[in-house]
């Protein structure tokens, strides 16, 4: 069965495991916690005009604390561009800090040799992750950064936008159909990385 790594990469507090646990779950995490490493999976059954079969969809959600140029931070974020067949970069639209690192991102897996993962940028316009923690950044009116064009600007973390934004997602980086539209075979899981190791190596592999 075919399966998909879409690894979510970007700042802290910008949205990415409110993102990924919506998406796949259907609900908003319970309250703000760092993320180290999680994995959550999606089965997916496409539209048969589609032709895809059944799929998995692997979600990485990532650390937001990996942008030193401390060679441990190197060495995890080019495992992500390794393994990743989607990077998906998340960044919050009042936060310059959080569009710099999206874009020291870009310019990286661009300037890598040899496969890329695919890029898709997504602007997070929601105000629901400020409910997290006060330590979310205004924006800056004199921002000296060259504005980011997204792929996606997602405005809020309801449901049915973020099927919306995965879906195009994944239209755009043609790896499947509509996921609005599909049936789910199982109840999705989200596991902790560490307590994966077989998923983890099978991946790893490819």
Known sequence: M???KIVVMGDK??????MSMMYVYGRMPPDYRPTSEDVYIKLLEQ???????????????TSGTIF??????RRTRFRYY????????????????????????????????GKKPTIFIVEN???SIANYSSLKQSSDSNSSIPPITPDYKLSTLQKNEVDSC????LQACQLGGSSSGNSIKRAPSRT?????STIKNKVLQK
């Open 2 to 4: 075919p399966f998909h």
């Open 13 to 18: 507090q910008v949205g990415k495991t409110a």
């Open 47 to 61: 539209a048969p005009l589609k032709g895809k079969g059944t799929i998995y969809l692997h979600f990485w959600d």
């Open 68 to 73: 030193s140029t401390d060679p441990d931070d």
């Open 82 to 113: 390794n393994i990743a067949d989607v990077v998906m970069l998340v960044y919050d639209a009042q936060n310059e800090e959080s569009q710099e690192k999206v874009e020291f991102l870009k310019s990286e897996i661009n300037n890598l040799q």
């Open 125 to 127: 316009r929601s105000n």
């Open 166 to 169: 995965i879906d195009q997602m």
């Open 192 to 196: 902790s990385v560490h307590s994966m």
